[in-house]
């Protein structure tokens, strides 16, 4: 049973600690399937963001030593 | 009939087991992450020894969610070493996102700064790589636990290190759910003394660094 908590914050390690509890109960099949489903997609969506080097690594707050691109 | 249930109890159980102490069999099915690591490390340990830390490790052990960088420690290398992995990595379609000059990701490596490689010309996921040259990065490699997939061992740095850095130093929202689900997903196979001891070095340097 996922109790949803009182606070956004506790719902999210409510979730957590489910998630972990169902990857224990379930077949490997079953819950990475389900895993795969989630990142795979978050990384296609990822991969179409349009940014430079100097643009990505300017929100990271890191250096780039590429000119202008 | 209780001999049936029982036996699908154990089938549906989780296949994450230890082999040895530092060895873990994982038979999932490995998502397009998993796949790009792979790719990754498949170059990166023919140069060197490598350690992954942090996010990745919590995701390849079945957390939900998904990550832009995968962090990499990699023993310190001479130049001549470095050169022919920076070669390589290129040679397979890679490139440093922060530079492309080898001499000055060299330097910057030396310095404690990390740098990041992606696949050319794409910017996410990408492999924030570091040179383990302090005695925290170095202790990553104290305990290395080889995860055995479907497609090859990955190295990460061990289970209990990787809750107390996230516990007692990131401790950001996300890093303590990454440790929430380590722990419970390993429950009592987890060894509390080096969780003290990733602990205690984590204050260490810290009071080191309080001090400089």
């Known amino acids: 049973m996922l109790d949803?908590?009182?606070?956004?914050?506790?719902?999210?390690?409510?979730?957590?600690?489910?998630?972990?509890?169902?990857?224990?109960?379930?077949?490997?099949?079953?819950?990475?399937?389900?895993?795969?489903?989630l990142i795979s997609s978050q990384i296609e969506n990822a991969q179409n963001i349009e940014l430079t080097p100097k643009q990505y690594l300017k929100i990271k707050g890191e250096w780039c030593n590429r000119g202008q691109i | 009939m209780?001999?049936?249930?029982?036996?699908?109890?154990?089938?549906?159980?989780?296949?994450?087991?230890?082999?040895?102490?530092?060895?873990?069999k994982l038979d999932k099915v490995l998502n397009k992450l998993d796949r790009f690591v792979i790719d990754f490390i498949r170059i990166l340990e023919k140069y060197v020894d490598y350690v992954i830390i942090s996010g990745y490790v919590s995701i390849l052990l079945g957390r939900s969610r998904a990550t832009e960088d995968i962090d990499i420690f990699i023993k310190e290398v001479t130049k001549d070493i470095f050169k022919e992995l920076y070669q390589g990595l290129k040679n397979n379609g890679y490139w440093c996102i922060n530079v492309d000059d080898f001499e000055e990701v060299y330097k910057y490596l030396n310095e404690g700064?990390?740098?990041?490689?992606?696949?050319?010309?794409?910017?996410?996921?990408?492999?924030?790589v570091a040179f383990a040259n302090n005695s925290s990065r170095k202790s990553a490699f104290e305990y290395v636990l080889v995860v055995v997939t479907q497609l090859g061992n990955i190295n990460i740095s061990s289970i209990?290190?990787?809750?107390?850095?996230?516990?007692?130093?990131?401790?950001?929202?996300?890093?303590?759910?990454?440790?929430?689900?380590?722990?419970?997903?390993?429950g009592d196979k987890l060894n509390k003394e080096k969780i003290d001891k990733s602990r205690r070095q984590i204050e260490n340097a810290r009071s080191r660094q309080n001090k400089s």
Do not use: C, M
């Not at chain 1, 914050?9 to 389900?34: L, T």
């Not at chain 2, 700064?113 to 924030?128: G, M, W």
């Open chain 1, 4 to 37: 949803p908590g009182k606070t956004n914050r506790e719902g999210r390690i409510n979730f957590v600690i489910y998630w972990a509890n169902y990857i224990k109960n379930n077949s490997d099949e079953k819950w990475s399937k389900q895993q795969d489903f």
């Open chain 2, 2 to 24: 209780q001999g049936g249930k029982s036996k699908v109890a154990r089938e549906n159980k989780l296949k994450v087991e230890f082999i040895d102490k530092n060895t873990l």
């Open chain 2, 113 to 128: 700064i990390p740098v990041r490689f992606a696949l050319k010309d794409t910017i996410v996921p990408n492999f924030e």
């Open chain 2, 160 to 186: 209990e290190r990787q809750i107390a850095y996230k516990k007692f130093y990131l401790k950001s929202d996300k890093d303590l759910e990454d440790a929430i689900h380590l722990e419970v997903l390993f």
